[in-house]
């Protein structure tokens, strides 16, 4: 992938500018305007003033807070899908004025940047922190998570400046932002997963944890746990026999389904597949099977049954998702690709119906030499998730 664009955000934030954010993640993409903490300048804030909402928020890793002594302030409880950002209290500085001018809050900001033991906050004041989850955009796929991650990036301490454009122009979405009558130089446009995609290519995040003999219906694995750092989770991949052989193995790459895999819902075809992809490389006599704890496309095992709710509903699972203010697909291939790595993997077949898979992987750097189709037959109660993937995810059925 190409890390232009990233890199000039990275260029500007380190040089005390700002960088639009747009969350890919979601069906309706925000856009953030944010900086650096470290470096904020007056004329610097009164710039993400006029060109965003005017509300500013100082987003910080949930340690760097918690060693300042900001408490998060209540959670919405009107909130289930808890997606909404995680406030602490508000903070000025002792012995300063109680005003919210532009001065006291650069101060503010700089002083939660800097010596974390060395500034004496009082609350309330003139700057809302918000807590970031620690890991980042590779834990959270928000927009605080990504004004940290951009501040780090740079160079800087944990602490970033953020704002809400409420409507910006379509074309920010999609390349550098001028702003009408600014006079100032065109803001890059960075998107979320471009962040996700750069940290998981530059950063160790899994670690082989155990390998046991794992005998199945299908033969002799063996069964290697991976730790994923960024998440907590424990991905596990099935290998058969020699890996590091001259001809690249076959791989099936396979993504937790709770209700297909161990219940044998009917629903979606996971189940199949899974079973499918083991028969074929236990008929081949080598290769991988790598299950991904990423329930759902990444939602959530919770957040896939209130789609399945929607399903019931009359929508498909594209708008259930998109009802639910998710992506169509939020799985991420780089901890897969780096526990393909960690196995001795750079050349591989791909036994897989979605091209989307094989790019992503291919994106990552591996050698997706062939894609190799899994068939399943269609029954009474997924033949309509089996054609929505075909005709709208573009799975090759």
Known sequence: MNHDALATAI?????GGIVAVVDDGLAQ?????????????????????ALGNGEIYAPATTLRLDELGLSAQPPDSGDPLARRPALAISVGLAGTSAESDNASKVAV???LASDRNGADFRSPGPVTPIRAREGGVLRRLGHTEAAVDLAVLAGFEPVAVLTHVDTPPPAAFTEPWLPADSGAPAI??????????YRRASERVVYQVA????????GAFQAVAFHDTTTGEDHVALTLGDLAGDSPPLVRVHSECLTGDVFG???CDCGDQLDAALSRIADEGRGVVLYMRQEGRGIGLANKLRAYELQDRGLDTVDANRHLGFAADLRDYGVGAQILRELGITDLRLLTNNPKKTAGFRAYGLKVL???ALAVEAGAHNRRYLETKRARMGHEL
């Open 211 to 218: 390998a046991a003999d794992l005998p199945t219906a299908h």
């Open 188 to 197: 890059p446009v960075v998107r979320i997963s471009q962040i996700v995609h």
């Open 265 to 267: 819902s009917m629903r």
């Open 11 to 15: 260029a500007r934030i380190r040089g």
């Open 370 to 372: 062939e894609q190799l």
């Open 29 to 49: 993409p925000d856009l953030d305007l944010v900086a650096a903490g470290e470096n904020l300048r007056a004329d610097t804030l009164r710039h993400l003033q």
């Open 109 to 111: 900001v700089r002083a």
